[in-house]
């Protein structure tokens, strides 16, 4: 029985994209929309064949910001939480500003970073780490909060030091929410690369959408979104059967 849903859940995601696809030819055939204003999925698909090698140079940019900025905003949210965790006292004057800083609008500082760091790639790096840097330091701060009290009792009967029980303890029991932030990071963090595309830049798939919208090229648009929207989900499942392997333990502790 185990091994028959093993296998319709293989061909889940086939029947949401054709279901998808479905409703989409539905509305381009039956909604009376003209080509420039709703492609339909045929002439996109067209479109993302004739246009391969350009989406593709295009990709591997927006894929580079997005993947330096989850590795800068995944180190700098983790120090982050194990300062805040390590200094108490440094908390009650951190958490207040982290809370601001994910109060102000994306689009509001975007202009800023594009003027800061250039139109280059470091603008919608910094875009991305701000972006992921929020869901990951407060998951991992949480998670180190709420170690569970046994294994702090017995590690400090073994008289081990702040920063061993730190590293060796609370960390680890850290983890699986550590996990948690991580794929809501990976989930949103096309969202900064993109942004910063749109505010200033002179490749990438942002940009390419961008002219194609002001050239009312929707098919290659929507060609664009489509490779935008592969890389966001690969990025998002390998990453989730990579914590699986390296967290296997989470589900026994939430």
Known sequence: MRSFLQKISLFRPLVIAFS???LWQGAVSFGGMPAYMLPSPLTVWQKLIENAPLLATHAQITLLEIAL???LGFLFGLGSALLLTR???LSKFLLPLLVISQAI????IAPLLVLWFGYGLASKIVMTVLIIYFPV???C???????????LDLAKTLEISPIAMLF??????ALPSLASGLRIAVSVAP??????EWVGSSQGLGYLMLHANARMQTDLMFAALFILLVIALLLYFVTDKLLKRLVPWAAHLH
């Open 20 to 22: 998808l696809l479905a």
């Open 105 to 108: 609008p994306v689009f509001a």
């Open 168 to 173: 060796k303890v609370q960390l680890p029991a």
């Open 87 to 89: 200094y108490k006292q």
């Open 69 to 71: 900025g989850l590795l």
């Open 141 to 151: 701060f949480d998670g180190l909060r709420n170690t569970p009290k046994t294994w």
């Open 137 to 139: 330091t407060a998951a």
């Open 191 to 196: 969202i900064g690369a993109i942004v910063g």
